[in-house]
């Protein structure tokens, strides 16, 4: 898997299926921390579900890239927001709304979905 951190509330998820785990910054003074590898484990565990999809329709999944966005609150500060972008060049226009179902379908988004705000867009 890697990860492109693009600012310090943004990352690129790509390989989602590769082995091993590669980390880049877009820039100098960005720091992959805690929430940013919380994100990421969002990610992963999304992908985990496309990718079960994908093998029950005989698709191919590798081409699946992410960007996850998300917002804080303050007092106490939480994750109070999060936008996930799901590319997917190889998905059939038809599959769009079933894909964007089953992304909702991970154990860490269902986790978080009671305290959390979080969207989900899926493009081909």
């Known amino acids: 898997m890697k990860v492109h951190l693009k600012e310090q509330t943004e990352i690129h998820l790509s390989d989602l299926g590769g082995e091993g785990f590669e980390q880049t910054l877009e820039r100098e003074g960005l720091y992959y921390g805690a929430i ?3 994100v990421t484990s969002l990610g992963k565990c999304t992908f985990a579900v496309l990718d079960n999809y994908a093998l029950r329709l005989d698709m191919e999944s590798s081409d699946i890239t992410m960007q996850l966005n998300w917002e ?3 007092e106490p500060t939480t994750i109070k927001q999060i936008d996930m972008k799901i590319k997917w060049p190889a ?3 038809n599959r769009l709304k ?3 179902r089953a992304s909702h379908k991970c ?3 269902n986790t978080i979905k009671a305290c959390v705000d ?3 867009t899926v493009e081909n």
């Open 118 to 120: 979080m969207t989900v």
């Open 72 to 74: 804080f609150s303050h």
């Open 98 to 100: 079933a894909v964007q």
């Open 91 to 93: 998905l059939p226009e």
């Open 107 to 109: 154990t860490i988004h």
């Open 36 to 38: 940013a590898m919380f």
